[in-house]
């Protein structure tokens, strides 16, 4: 089969390390009239398009964008498929939002016609929003993740998710058991894992729901595929940090838990951390283990402040999560302003290319994907994102007074939603546009 080559000319912008760690002019590339070219779903290409242009054949498609901003696709590193259905649901802290919201939505899951109906609602919202990879929360219901990964594998996106282990403190309706979560699991790996560009993530829900047995199983599975994703929640809410303790006396901390059932690692990532100590923080970087920010969710459920500046001293890889539905929006940018705003309620900035970072780069890092998405280097798979600057009319009247990128990306992740993306790239191909 010929080869498809095709050029997307527009201001471009991508991250390609984490500001804390380098000077910020060496974080990312910019270029004012940038060109991409993409050959294969893979980015062949990318600089100046007066360097460039003349390299290619006459035959090259070139896509022009004016008043527009091409970065690498956003990547959400915390998310619930089941809990579309009951985003933005009102009054209560984490446990009992819980109770009252998110188990009898979960329980819709059993039905494979109700999951594939929401898997199609989900993925169409993530796209829109130009989320272009996602780690995400399935139901405890093998369904949910067959749902998924197959409305997935049809876009060839890049996806990571799992189903919910879930042996005790939750509704008959809707636990299993240590032993059937671990064949289920077993099950969906064998099925999904490494399939196009799928991957399966061990999903115990966090400590409070699991029995130690259920969790030695999670901590077998990781031993047994080595390259497996694990997620879980940690430190979200003060209640539930006292819930841990009691649960497991013996465990020095809430990480601790984890640790002692070998589930952290490389490709661990423990959702919000809101409440960690600087012995935790530690750990987590030995490890190699993430944290996904979901700054969204920690202000609507109430449950803290994220101490971003903590992890950076302690070289803790950080992604970021949208957290639908404790989260009100599948949209990284607007979860990047509340994330600003995180950050000035502590003294501390959120730079426009610390934020890039986490959306992009960051996310990747975490999930240890760096080498294939999260930048726009030569030779990485072709998930990008073109941002329109003239989305709304306030929108485009405040870039007429931005002076440069910085100050465009800051104005893109405080004014900027999913109207803000225009189109949406996977692999190179199509697969959102406004």
């Known amino acids: 089969m010929k080869s498809v080559k095709k050029a997307y000319r527009a201001a471009i912008v991508h991250s390609i390390a984490d500001p804390a760690e380098v000077a910020v002019e060496a974080s990312y590339e910019y270029f004012e009239d940038g060109l991409m070219v993409v050959e294969n779903g893979r980015i062949c290409a990318v600089g100046h398009a007066r360097d460039l242009l003349d390299t290619l054949d ?15 696709g956003f990547i959400d590193t915390h998310i619930h498929l089941p809990q579309t259905g009951m985003v933005g649901s009102y009054g209560e802290q984490l446990l009992d939002w819980l109770n009252t919201y998110v188990f009898p939505v979960e329980r819709q899951f ?15 919202e993530l796209l829109r929003n130009g989320t272009t990879t996602a780690l995400v929360f399935g139901s405890r219901h093998k369904e949910s993740v067959d749902a998924f990964f197959t409305a997935a594998e049809k876009l060839n996106l890049r996806m990571i998710a799992g189903k919910v282990m879930m042996d005790r403190n939750a509704p008959d309706y809707l636990v299993d058991t240590a032993e059937s979560s671990y064949v289920d ?18 999903t115990p829900r966090f400590a409070p729901t699991s029995t130690p047995q259920q969790l030695a199983l999670a901590g077998k599975l990781l031993t047994e595929y080595p390259d497996l994703y694990m997620q879980t929640h940690i430190s979200e809410n003060l209640k539930e940090v006292e819930w841990v303790k009691a649960l497991f006396p013996e465990r020095k901390n809430y990480l601790d838990v984890y640790d002692h059932f070998k589930l952290l690692g490389e490709r661990s990532v423990f959702a919000h951390g809101v409440h960690l100590c600087d012995q935790e923080c530690e750990r987590l970087a030995e490890t190699g283990s993430a944290i996904a920010f979901c700054p969204t969710s920690n202000f609507f459920l109430g449950s803290g402040l994220f101490n ?12 970021l999560g949208t957290d639908v539905g404790g989260g009100t929006s599948f949209s ?8 600003y705003k995180v950050m000035q309620l502590q003294g501390a900035k959120l730079s426009p290319f610390k934020s890039l970072y986490l959306a992009t780069l960051g996310g990747a890092r975490a999930l240890r994907l760096q080498d294939s998405i999260g930048n726009l280097h030569q030779g990485t798979e072709a998930d990008f994102v073109v941002l ?7 929108l485009s009247y405040r870039m007429k007074q931005a002076t440069g990128i910085e100050e465009k990306l800051f104005v893109l992740m405080t004014l900027g939603d999913d109207r803000t993306v225009s189109e949406t790239y ?6 959102h546009k406004r």
């Open 58 to 72: 006459s035959d090259v498609e070139v896509a022009t964008y004016t008043d527009a901003l091409i970065t690498a």
């Open 110 to 124: 059993a039905d494979p016609a109700h999951a594939a109906e929401v898997s199609d609602i989900f993925i169409k």
């Open 185 to 202: 699991s077993k099950t969906l790996i064998e099925r999904w894992h490494g399939k196009g560009r799928l991957h399966y993530a061990v």
């Open 308 to 319: 971003l500046p903590m992890t950076e001293r302690h070289k803790v890889n950080v992604g």
């Open 332 to 339: 990284l940018l607007q979860t990047l302003n509340e994330a």
């Open 388 to 394: 329109d600057f003239n989305a709304t009319p306030l």
């Open 426 to 431: 996977s692999a190179g191909v199509l697969v």
